[in-house]
């Protein structure tokens, strides 16, 4: 339990987590909707990944992050009360935004594969 509370007190994994609410996405996509480098966005993905809060799977040499339906069913409460309070992040509505700017376009070709 104390490394899932850890994964949740840093800003930047719950901003990560509020993307994947309600899609999966490709480490690029996540990178360029947040406008961090890929090794700050991998360590928070990794971090995410260990606590059982998300998947991933990989694509040709792409890897693409979801939520774990395992943490959502085991952990039902806690994730309700997740996916409220993610939404009423301050930059929850911006990164949405930048999400919306970058969705269909094949950012680093991993649409294509």
């Known amino acids: 339990m104390e490394e899932l509370f850890k994964a949740l007190s840093e800003p930047n994994r719950l901003r990560i987590l509020s993307l994947l609410l309600e899609d999966e996405m490709c480490v690029c996509e996540i990178e360029a909707c947040l406008s961090l480098t890929q090794s700050n966005i991998s360590r928070h993905l990794n971090s995410l990944k260990n606590c059982g809060i998300l998947e991933n799977y990989k694509k040709a040499q792409w890897v693409y992050y979801r939520t774990s339906e395992r943490f ?42």
Do not use: A, H, T
């Open 72 to 113: 959502k069913s085991e952990n039902s409460e806690l994730w309700q009360y997740l996916v409220r309070m993610l939404k009423k992040l301050p930059s929850y509505q911006i990164d949405c935004e930048e999400c919306k700017k970058f969705k269909g376009k094949d950012l680093c070709n991993c649409k294509n594969n």
